[in-house]
């Protein structure tokens, strides 16, 4: 249980495409998704929070106009990398909330999407 | 949010016992520390989450003392396999957001 999937794995793209990832909750419905960027050898970086039915909400730093997220249903939300530039090449995480019984909500993390942009 | 601080890295051999010591000293009354464990290339994958004393799964243990100041995650006969960055967090779960820290990464060597 409690398996999240990304599609892509992985992408490459021109620079000024657009991009666009998804990530699904497959066995639990989710109201709550969080996307992550991680560059090599760092740590994983939050850079938005994602609620079902209403706007995301992204950390300072993070453009919302070039990182557009969409969450249109409890097991679906999308990034989506608008005129994407090769500083934006990194690996893109995302994770769903998982909340149930006498057990503290934890979050379970999609395998990640490789971005390259050339 | 807590912040959480652990060793950077760790060198350990097959069949050793593991433990990683994550300091969070502004722990909230509400927070709860979970461990992650991540490979090369891929998410990160829950290893275990408590909230005091002891827990203990299939794969790993979690200690918390009493002031929950500090909790160790003890991986009980390390393999080649246990190669990989491991993160403390805390938090007062998953619908709020997490911060990674740095992580420490373990390297087992045969």
């Known amino acids: 249980g409690a398996v999240v999937s990304q599609h892509p794995s992985w992408v490459i793209c021109k620079s000024g495409t657009s991009v666009k990832i998804e990530c699904r909750s497959l066995d639990f419905q989710a109201t709550t998704m969080f996307w992550y960027r991680q560059f090599p050898k760092q740590s994983l970086m939050l850079m938005a929070t994602s609620n079902e039915g209403s706007k995301a909400t992204y950390e300072q730093g993070v453009e919302k106009d070039k990182f557009l997220i969409n969450h249109a249903s409890l097991t679906l939300s999308t990034l989506t990398v608008t005129s994407a530039h090769p500083e934006d090449s990194s690996f893109y995480i995302c994770?769903?909330?998982?909340?149930?019984?006498?057990?503290?909500?934890?979050?379970?993390f999609g395998p990640g999407t490789r971005l390259t942009v050339l | 949010l807590a912040k959480t601080t652990q060793p950077i890295s760790m060198d350990s051999y097959e069949g050793q016992e593991v433990n990683i010591t994550c300091s969070h000293n502004?722990?909230?009354?509400?927070?709860?520390i979970t461990w992650y464990q991540q490979f090369p290339s891929q998410g990160p994958r829950f290893i275990i989450q408590?909230?005091?004393t002891k827990v203990t799964n299939e794969v790993a243990s979690l200690f918390i003392p009493a002031d929950r100041k500090s909790s160790t995650l003890s991986l009980p006969r390390v393999s080649l396999s246990d190669t990989a960055v491991y993160y403390c967090l805390v938090g007062p779960g998953g619908y709020n957001k997490l911060i990674f820290g740095a992580g420490t990464r373990l390297a087992v060597h045969p």
């Open positions: 994770s769903a909330s998982l909340a149930g019984g006498n057990s503290p909500d934890t979050q379970y």
């Open positions: 502004n722990i909230a009354t509400n927070d709860y």
């Open positions: 408590g909230y005091k």
